[in-house]
Nanobody, 128 residues
Framework: QVTLVESGGGSVQAGGSLRLSCAAS????????MGWFRQAPGKEREGVAA???????IYADFVEGRFTISKDNAKNTVYLQMDSLRPDVTALYYC??????????????????????WGQGTRVTVSS
């Protein structure tokens, strides 16, 4: 079993930055994929970014270079640095983990249906 705990959400003004963290504990796997997803009110959950155990990253098109996913293996933590925030990114952000994702591709890594383990979410609100 994998437990994921997100933190770092909050309320910021447009143009600001936030760094989300996802601390993982429990079972460990030599090969895995970690993803960030978001869900805005009335909308489906969608993939934002993903990173695998070899540090290969994938981003959704709407990120447009404004977000960066990274991980610290020593701390078992995945981060999502979000810069130049706009009001349209307001949502509940979730961290997810999936062991042995294969293939590691855009269609899989940004698809919430491909993930087994989920955190509780952290809210991001950007005001204009």
């Amino acid at each position: 079993q994998v437990t994921l705990v997100e933190s770092g959400g909050g309320s910021v003004q447009a143009g600001g930055s936030l760094r989300l963290s996802c601390a993982a504990s429990g079972a460990t796997y030599p090969s895995y994929c970690m993803g960030w997803f978001r869900q805005a009110p009335g909308k489906e959950r969608e993939g934002v970014a993903a990173i695998d155990s070899d540090d290969n990253t994938i981003y959704a098109d709407f990120v447009e270079g404004r977000f960066t996913i990274s991980k610290d293996n020593a701390k078992n933590t995945v981060y999502l640095q979000m810069d130049s925030l706009r009001p349209d990114v307001t949502a509940l952000y979730y961290c997810a983990a999936e062991p042995h994702m294969s293939p590691y591709s855009r269609d899989y890594a940004l698809n919430p249906d491909e993930y087994t383990h989920w955190g509780q979410g952290t809210r991001v609100t950007v005001s204009s």
